[in-house]
Every structure is written in C-alpha cells, then in structure tokens.
C-alpha cells in the first residue's frame, strides 16, 4: 500500500484556497504513489454564508468535533498536508496536543492569516492565539508559501524549510481567448474584467467607482464584475455576473482587459495575485496595484500596466481602451509567462515530488 496523504484543508472544492492550493493538485499525488483523503474543516454551508455575506461566527463545536475525529482515526497518515492550521480560533497548546505523534506536517499559506491573531482588535484574543501560526510554522516539516513575503515570515518563525510555490492555473481549462474582430470604434462594448467575492468587492468599492467606472463611462467600455454578488445585475456600465467554477474561465474570456486594484496593507502584501494569473491564462492583459507579488507577476510595459495612484489608473486603463493591438500583444506576453512559471503543468509535479520527499522521509 502506498504512503498515506491526509489533506486537511480549511474548505472543501468551493473553497477558492482549499482548491487551488491543495485539491487540484490530487491526481499529481496520486500519480506519484501517494494515497489521497481529503478532509474539509469547515463545511459548505459555512462557506456558502460567507459568500453570500451573512454574518458568521468562528468555527463551531460541530467543525472542531469533526476534525477531532478525523485525527482519531487509525492507523495514522504518513504525511498531514495541512491548510494554515488544524483547529481555527484554538490556541496552538492545544492543536499541537491533538495532533497524531510522528506525523510529519506539510503546512501551506496563501493569505497572511497570523494577521488574524496577531493583529487581532481584541487583546485577549491576541493574548491567547497571537503567534500561533508561527508556531505552526515552525512544528511543520515543511512550509509551502505562495510569496516571498509569506516565505520570509516562515523564516522568522522558524521553519525548517521553506518553499515558494505560487498559485496557479490549469491550463487546460484555460484556453486563451479569441481574438477580437477589428471595429472602427475599438474601445465600444470593450469589457474590463474583474473576478472575486461579495466581500473583496465592497472593499474595493472606492476605487472602483471613483476611477474605473468614469473611465469606462467616457469611452463606452463596460466593467464585468464576476462573484461581486450572488444574483445576477446589469447596469449601463456594469455587469455582475455569479461566479461557478464551471464558468469562471468562459466568463473571464469575455472579458478584455483583467483588474486587479489593491490597497497596500500587511493583509494584502500576503496576496498571491491569483486573478492576475487566471487574466493572463486566458490572454488578456492586466492594470494592476504595485503591492506584493503584483510586482512579479506584471511585467509593467510588457504584459500589463502597474498603476500606483489614480491619475496612472485611468492613462492605463485609457491607453489599453483604445489600442486593441497592444491588448493583444500584452495579453500574449502574458499568456506565455502563466505557461512558464504559473501553471499546474509546471507546478503539479514539483509539489508533488516535494510532498512525496517529506513523507517517505518522515
């Protein structure tokens, strides 16, 4: 029988992170010798209320009890993979007490989630549970980060070892997107692409509304918002349209120029520039906020704009509204650099390889 894989990650497929991190790359695992359980920590109600925008609570007596017994079961795992830690808003005493002996653990981050804790409002809270993803970091065998900056907090926490992986795309269900016919008036019914959720949204509603939108409106360009909310809108100048994994892609190829506006806080320095990826898999170019990883991933002048202040928001998105040549030519600069270094058929093996070490050492 081969060695033994627990996947336990924070959401089950629906999740973006659980999902791309970790589900997508099981038939790697498995091809690699590797036996696969997936178990979830939270359950898809949970996560259909926080998609949906519902108030919700940390996690439950009813999570932390199936994740209990899911760490009960015998024999135990060769390796733990595990999604940011075992047992949520539970101090690290007690996840490290749960934990079966010997195991060795493969801990993975995309998010700077310590912020949670350690940043936390409330000073019982970060009394009791600030530092406890360092801690985690430190007990696992090795850390899989989605950044530099999450790469160089795992260092300062003591990890053993440290590996960068990104987060990337299946490239098979990302064909690019076909050319557009040529049209007197380009910029007419172009579409600027956005995809994310109900919560990202709202937050980025200033930006959104202050700059992007009058652009659009002055050169008759629409902005589709893909997850923005659960049912469906349409506006003179904007488009909401419910995100599903079986459509992202498609929608996102309907699209002509993908955004990515951030402000820049500790929070999102820790961002892995997923919807820049998935822009440039379909071949479209990119405008992007110059913080964290966007700086890698945008090659500025050559695969998309990085736009620092408003006034460099509008000549970018002006700029590649009326030049549907330059469009082209960014969105395959781009498409060619998802091909290289942000593809799961470049990606899939390496983790693999990575995991398959760690358990046959352990």
Not at 75 to 91: A, G, K, R, S
Not at 144 to 163: C, F, K, M, Q, S
Request: proline residues 8%.
């Amino acid at each position: 029988m081969g060695l033994r894989v627990w996947i336990l990650s924070r959401y089950s497929r629906l999740g973006a992170s659980s999902r791309l991190r970790m589900l997508q790359y099981r038939p790697w695992l498995e091809a690699a010798g590797l036996e696969v359980v997936h178990e979830p920590f939270f359950d898809d109600a949970y996560l259909g209320a926080l998609y949906a925008g519902r108030r919700r609570g940390a996690a439950s007596l009813r999570h932390v009890l199936r994740r209990l017994a899911v760490l009960r079961r015998r024999p135990p795992p060769d390796l733990i993979w595990l999604e940011y830690e075992t047992l949520p808003w539970l101090p690290w005493l007690l996840e490290r007490s749960v934990l079966p002996r010997g195991v060795p653990i493969v801990s993975d981050y995309d998010d700077a989630v310590f912020l949670r804790y350690d940043a936390h409002r409330l000073a019982p809270v970060r009394g009791l549970l600030g530092g406890k993803i360092d801690s985690v970091m430190a007990a696992s065998r090795l850390v899989l980060a989605g950044n530099r900056h999450l790469a160089d907090h795992a260092d300062a926490a003591g990890a053993t070892r440290v590996e960068r992986v990104p987060t990337v795309v299946d490239l098979d269900h990302y064909p690019p997107a076909a050319p557009p016919a040529e049209a007197a008036a380009p910029n007419r019914g172009t579409r600027i692409g956005w995809i994310g959720t109900p919560q990202t949204w709202a937050a980025l509603a200033r930006p959104i509304h202050d700059v992007v939108l009058p652009v659009l409106k002055a050169e008759g360009a629409v902005i589709r918002a893909i997850g923005a909310s659960l049912a469906p809108a349409a506006g003179d100048h904007l488009e909401i349209l419910p995100w599903s994994e079986a459509k992202e892609a498609e929608l996102i190829r309907g699209t002509d120029i993908g955004i990515m506006p951030l402000p820049d806080t500790p929070w999102t320095r820790g961002k892995c520039g997923y919807k820049l990826i998935q822009y440039m898999a379909c071949g479209l170019p990119v405008v992007a906020s110059p913080v964290g990883v966007n700086t890698e991933i945008v090659e500025h002048g050559v695969n998309g704009f990085l736009a620092s202040c408003d006034a460099e928001w509008r000549e970018a998105l002006k700029t590649l509204l009326a030049d549907p040549q330059l469009r082209r030519s960014m969105g395959a600069a781009g498409r060619r650099k998802v091909e290289e270094a942000y593809s799961l058929g470049v990606w899939g093996p390496r983790v693999a390889g990575l995991l398959s070490d760690v358990a046959r050492a352990g």
